[in-house]
């Protein structure tokens, strides 16, 4: 299961439509995403931090969980590099200019095709629309 850092923030997130995830999540024989991940999760755990949802306390606590749980394997990362960051460009070149699509957004598309998903989940609207150009179907909760 091809997951973008949204979904799997929402692991660890009380955020909407986080209980409904976490039964995917749970149910999955694996899991994956982008390193991308690691900053995006960490990033959408400040954001809860900068918004009063979370202590400092929390938020270091999530972030020492997450970081835990990709050392011991519950996350598989597809690895950035130069070969994944050309194919990312090489998209875009034939991507269609009326295709909203944001850095991150369009590497976690491409790590999904790297690894041959045919699937993507996220709750990202703009990721969902753009997943077909991938060649993926997108999907949510």
């Given at each position: 299961?091809?997951?973008?850092s949204a979904y799997i923030a929402k692991y660890y997130l009380n955020e909407f439509d986080a209980e409904a995830v976490r039964g995917?999540?749970?149910?999955a024989d694996s899991?994956?995403?982008s390193e991308w991940s690691l900053l995006e999760v960490t990033c959408a755990f400040h954001r809860h931090l900068r918004e009063s949802h979370l202590t400092a306390a929390q938020y270091r606590e999530l972030s020492k969980a997450f970081r835990k749980h990709v050392e011991d394997g519950l996350w598989t990362l597809i690895p950035i590099n130069g070969?994944?960051?050309?194919?990312?460009?090489?998209a875009l070149d034939s991507l269609s200019p009326r295709v909203f699509l944001r850095s991150g957004d369009a590497v976690?598309?491409?790590s999904a095709q790297e690894v041959?998903?045919?699937?993507?989940?996220?709750n990202d609207r703009r990721m969902l629309a753009a997943a077909p150009y991938f060649g993926l179907v997108g999907r949510s909760a």
């Open positions: 299961m091809y997951l973008d995917l999540i749970l149910g899991l994956v995403s070969r994944l960051l050309a194919r990312v460009g090489a976690q598309l491409v041959g998903e045919s699937e993507i989940w996220t």
